[in-house]
C-alpha cells in the first residue's frame, strides 16, 4: 500500500515540475505547503498579474491526482484491515472447534467399574439455527388452518418445501377438544379424546417425527416439512419476499400463507390489574390453558367464566361436568338475560339457560364486573366486584368474550384490513397480495351469497387453509364454502349452525314434540316423601302450568324473506340441506314453508 501512495504522489510531481520549469504554473505558497512541492518555482507575468485562468487548470490536475493517490492509499489499507480480521475470525473458530472437540472426547471418556464401561450421556453441541432460510413454502400460524394448507400444497406439489412457523411451543393441533370432548373423559397427559364415532383420536394432527429439523430444512430435497416453534414473526416485506422473526432469524419465502389465527380479546379493567391477579386469569386459547384449568378442576377449586358465547357456554357445562367428579363449583357471569343471547332467540337462550344450570352452573346474567381486588380469606384469590355491589370470590377466573384476529403481520406487510369484520382482505382465491395467502379466522373473504365474512370455526379453517394450499401450489380455485359450526350444552342439547346467526334477525322456529325433560332424581325422591294429607283428595288440582320443550327442532334466520342462516337444534345430518337453502336464496314470503323442508319427526 505505502508502494501506491510513493507512485501516486511521484507520477504527479513529475508531471508538475515539468510543466513549472516552463513557467506555466502559478501556485502560492500556502499551496506549496500543502503539497509539500518545495522545488516548484513561482513566477508572475509583467506588472505583477497572475497568469491566465487556463493555467489554473494544471493546478486542478495537480489536486485530483493527489486525490486518488490519498484515495487508493486508504482503501488498499481498509482491505487489508478486512482480511486480517477474517484471519482472525477463522483462527478463532477453529480454535473453539478443538477445545468443543476435545470437551467431547473428555465426556465421553468415563472411568471403568467392575471392569465395566459406564455409559455417559453427552449432549451434543447444537450449531445455532441459520440467519436466513430459503422456502419455496412459508406458513406462519400453526393452528388447523395452517396444517390444512400443509395438505393442498403436498396435493398440488407431492415434492414440496413447507416451512410453518408458529409462536407456541406446540406442534399444529385442534383447539376445538380443548372445550368440548377432552373435559368428558378422564384427565390424560396425551390429549386424546373419543370423536363423534367412538375412535379415540390426539388433538394432534401428526407426530413429533412428522415435522424435519429446520436446520436440514435446506439439505433435504422435496417433500419435506419442517417448523420453527416459539418464533414470533415481527416484519414482512412482501416486495423482497421477505420475514423476520423476533430471534433476529429471517425467512425468504416464494409463496406465503398467513394463518395466524386471533388472539382472546380481554376486558380493559383486567389489563389494569397487578400481576399477581393476571396470573389467575386464563384467556383459554391453547393446549397451556386447558392443562392449568384441568389441574384446577381436579383440585376441586371455584373457576369463574366470564362471557356467555359459544366457548363460554359450552366450556362452563363442561367444567360442571368434571366438577361433579372432583367437587369443582363453576359461576358463569354475562351482560346478557341468558346463554348465547347474541345467537339464540330470546325464548330458547332462556330455555338454554335453564339447561345449563341443570348441568350444574351458577348462572349470573345481566351482571357486569366493575372491578377485580385480591381475595382475602380461604374463599379464593380474585375477588370480582359487580355492577350491583355483589361480589364473588375465585381461584381462576376464564374470560370467553370473543377472538381479535391477528393482523399484526399483515399490517407490517402493508396488507389491506377489513374495517368492518377485521381480518385480511383476499380474493375469492383467497389470495391478498401476489403470492400472499391468508386462510382461518384472520381471512375476511366474499361469500357469494351472504357478502364480505370471516369466520372463526373449525370447518372454516380446515377447508380454507387447504383450498388457499393448493392455490400456493398452482391451483386457481374459488372459496364459496359455506361453513358450518357445531356446538354442545351437556350430554342432552347439541346443535349444527351455519350461514348468519344473529338473534337481532327475524327468525322462525319449527319444532317437534319432544318428550318433558326429566328430572333430578333427588327432587323425585322429596315429592315421593311429601305429605299426602296435605291435599284433600276430593279435590281436583289445575292442570300444571308445562314448560315448552324445545327437544328438536331448526331455527331459520331470515332477511327480505330470504334465509341467511340455520341451526339445527338436535337435529344431525341435515347440513348439505341447509347449505342448499341458503345458497339457493329463495323467497318466502308465506313461513309455513319453511317446515316443509326439513323432516324432524323422524
Known amino acids: 500500500t505505502n508502494m501506491a501512495h510513493r507512485f501516486a504522489t511521484m507520477a504527479a510531481w513529475r508531471s508538475v515540475r515539468s510543466r513549472a520549469v516552463s513557467g506555466r504554473i502559478l501556485l502560492s505558497p500556502c499551496k506549496q505547503q500543502q503539497l509539500r512541492l518545495p522545488y516548484v518555482r513561482t513566477q508572475t507575468t509583467g506588472g ?20 486518488v493517490g490519498f484515495g487508493l492509499y486508504k482503501a488498499f489499507q481498509n482491505k487489508s484491515k478486512v482480511l486480517e480480521d477474517e484471519k482472525k475470525k477463522i483462527k478463532e473458530k477453529k480454535t473453539d472447534e478443538k477445545k468443543a472437540e476435545t470437551e467431547l472426547k473428555k465426556g465421553g471418556e468415563t472411568p471403568q467399574t467392575n471392569g465395566q464401561a459406564k455409559e455417559t450421556e453427552v449432549e451434543a453441541i447444537k450449531p445455532p439455527p441459520p440467519k436466513k432460510v430459503h422456502a419455496p413454502y412459508v406458513i406462519i400460524g400453526g393452528g388447523t388452518a395452517a396444517f390444512f394448507a400443509v395438505r393442498g400444497i403436498m ?155 359459544f366457548l363460554g357456554s359450552e366450556l362452563a357445562v363442561a367444567l360442571a361436568h368434571r366438577g361433579s367428579k372432583t367437587g369443582l363449583k363453576v359461576t358463569q357471569i354475562y351482560p346478557e338475560h341468558g346463554n348465547m343471547a347474541k345467537v339464540l332467540p330470546e325464548y330458547l337462550s332462556k330455555w338454554s339457560t335453564k339447561r345449563v344450570e341443570e348441568e350444574g352452573v351458577r348462572i349470573v346474567p345481566n351482571s357486569r364486573i366493575v372491578s377485580v381486588s385480591e381475595a382475602s380469606g380461604e374463599q379464593g384469590t380474585v375477588r370480582l366486584h359487580l355492577k350491583d355491589g355483589r361480589k364473588i370470590d375465585a381461584d381462576e377466573v376464564v374470560v370467553a368474550v370473543g377472538l381479535e384476529p391477528n393482523t399484526d403481520l399483515a399490517v407490517k406487510g402493508r396488507l389491506e384490513i377489513d374495517e368492518n369484520n377485521g381480518g385480511i382482505v383476499v380474493n375469492s382465491e383467497l389470495e391478498a397480495r401476489r403470492d400472499v395467502f391468508a386462510a382461518g379466522d384472520v381471512a375476511s373473504f366474499h361469500d357469494t351469497t351472504l357478502g364480505r365474512r370471516r369466520e372463526e370455526h373449525h370447518d372454516n379453517a380446515v377447508v380454507s387453509g387447504r383450498l388457499a394450499g393448493g392455490n400456493m401450489a398452482g391451483k386457481r380455485l374459488s372459496y364459496f364454502h359455506q361453513s358450518m359450526f357445531w356446538s354442545d350444552l351437556g350430554p342432552h342439547v347439541g346443535y349444527e349452525a351455519i350461514g348468519i346467526v344473529d338473534s337481532r334477525l327475524q327468525t322462525v322456529g319449527i319444532w317437534a314434540e319432544a318428550p318433558p325433560t326429566p328430572k333430578p332424581e333427588s327432587l323425585k325422591v322429596k315429592e315421593a316423601n311429601k305429605d299426602k294429607e296435605a291435599i284433600p ?15 328438536k327442532g331448526v331455527v331459520f334466520y331470515m332477511k327480505n324473506d330470504k334465509v341467511v342462516g340455520i341451526v339445527l337444534w338436535n337435529v344431525f345430518d341435515k347440513i348439505p340441506v341447509a347449505r342448499q337453502v341458503i345458497r339457493s336464496q329463495k323467497v318466502f314470503k308465506n313461513k309455513s314453508d319453511l317446515a316443509k323442508i326439513f323432516n324432524i319427526r323422524d
Open 48 to 67: 505583477g498579474h497572475q497568469a491566465p485562468k487556463s493555467e489554473n487548470h494544471t493546478l486542478v490536475m495537480l489536486g485530483f491526482a493527489t486525490a
Open 155 to 309: 396435493e398440488a406439489d407431492p415434492k414440496a418445501k413447507i416451512l410453518i412457523v408458529t409462536e407456541e411451543d406446540e406442534r399444529p393441533y385442534m383447539r376445538t377438544p380443548l372445550s368440548k370432548e377432552l373435559w368428558f373423559q378422564d384427565k390424560n397427559e396425551d390429549l386424546v379424546f373419543s370423536d363423534w364415532s367412538g375412535r379415540n383420536r390426539s388433538v394432534f394432527y401428526e407426530p413429533e417425527e412428522f415435522y424435519k429439523d429446520v436446520d436440514t430444512f435446506r439439505d433435504h430435497e422435496g417433500p419435506v416439512l419442517s417448523i420453527i416453534k416459539g418464533a414470533k414473526a415481527v416484519d414482512m416485506n412482501t416486495h423482497l419476499k421477505r420475514i423476520s422473526l423476533d430471534s433476529g432469524q429471517q425467512i425468504v419465502y416464494g409463496k406465503c400463507l398467513l394463518a395466524t389465527g386471533g388472539r382472546p380479546k380481554t376486558l380493559p379493567l383486567l389489563e389494569k390489574c397487578s400481576d399477581k391477579i393476571k396470573s389467575h386469569i386464563n384467556l383459554f386459547r391453547t393446549t397451556k390453558d386447558y392443562k392449568r384449568l384441568e389441574n384446577l378442576a381436579a383440585a376441586g377449586k371455584h373457576v369463574v367464566v366470564i362471557g356467555g358465547g
Open 537 to 551: 283428595a276430593s279435590k281436583e288440582l289445575p292442570p300444571a302450568k308445562r314448560e315448552p320443550a324445545y327437544g
